[in-house]
Structure formats: structure tokens, C-alpha cells
């Protein structure tokens, strides 16, 4: 059985000490280093199964644009800062059937309210990077 601090099933919250100070409206895909006072929350976007194109894909482009403001108001708030990235693959769903919805999301991204957004196989160059920076936040107390 999984620990409850690293249940994907648990909602993203944010604490000042045992005060809650915000938590998200919905669950991401995974937090570091916990779903509590995460450094770094990441969403995973893929439709390998999806026989046609339709509103799955739309609604998690805006579940993306929601999570993504309601981290802005924590950070306008509060002043902290939750790294937010996004995982992009399946090149048929998104550059032959969404590309308006890939548009969209490079937006999100622009206006702030994503970190990054990795597509496809640059996840096994990037996502190691990010690993280490997370880690080094997290050992230098910013966890």
C-alpha cells in the first residue's frame, strides 16, 4: 500500500504550519515531495486510447489552466511558489487532431501559468533535471 504522502488520490495543500492556506481543486498527476507543501506538482497529458477528438482533450487543457491560476493567487497571496509542469504525448492527438488545444497550451504557458510543458520523448532528458533542482530546493529547506 502507497504512504499517504505520496497518494496521487490526495489534494495538493499548502500550509503555513498546521494552517491551511490553500488547496487545489482538483488532483494532479504527482507532487515533491509530497501532496502537502509540494516544491513541484506535474500533470501528465496523454490520449493513446482516444478513438476521436473531443471535449477529454479540451477539459484538460483548461484543468491545466485552472490549476495553474489558482497557484498564481497562492503565490500573489502568499508568496509561495509551487513549480508546475505539464507532460505532453501523443503526437497524433495533439498535432493532427488539437493542434488549436497545443496552441492553447503553449498560452498557459506564456501567461504564466504553467512552468514548463515537456513533450514526448524530451521527458527522459528533462524530467532528471528537474529531479535535481527539486531536490536541491527541498535539501536547502524550501520544502
Not at 481543486?25 to 502537502?36: I, K, M
Not at 476521436?52 to 490549476?67: I, M, N, P, Q
Not at 493532427?96 to 514548463?116: A, K, N
Request: charged residues 25%; proline residues 3%.
Amino acid at each position: 500500500m502507497a504512504s499517504a504522502k505520496f497518494d496521487p488520490r490526495r489534494l495538493t495543500t499548502m500550509t503555513d504550519g498546521a494552517m491551511p492556506l490553500r488547496t487545489l481543486s482538483r488532483r494532479v498527476d504527482g507532487a515533491f515531495p509530497a501532496a502537502v507543501n509540494p516544491i513541484a506538482i506535474w500533470e501528465i497529458k496523454e490520449y493513446y486510447t482516444t478513438t476521436t477528438f473531443g471535449s477529454r482533450v479540451a477539459d484538460g487543457v483548461y484543468e491545466t489552466l485552472l490549476d495553474g491560476m489558482e497557484l498564481a493567487e497562492l503565490r500573489r497571496a502568499t508568496g509561495k511558489k509551487v513549480a508546475h509542469v505539464l507532460f505532453v504525448d501523443d503526437h497524433y492527438t495533439w498535432w493532427r487532431c488539437g493542434r488549436s488545444y497545443l496552441c492553447r497550451l503553449i498560452d498557459i504557458l506564456h501567461m504564466g501559468y504553467v512552468d514548463e510543458v515537456i513533450f514526448g520523448r524530451e521527458v527522459l532528458t528533462r524530467l532528471p533535471d528537474l529531479a535535481k533542482q527539486w531536490k536541491a530546493a527541498y535539501d536547502g529547506g524550501l520544502g
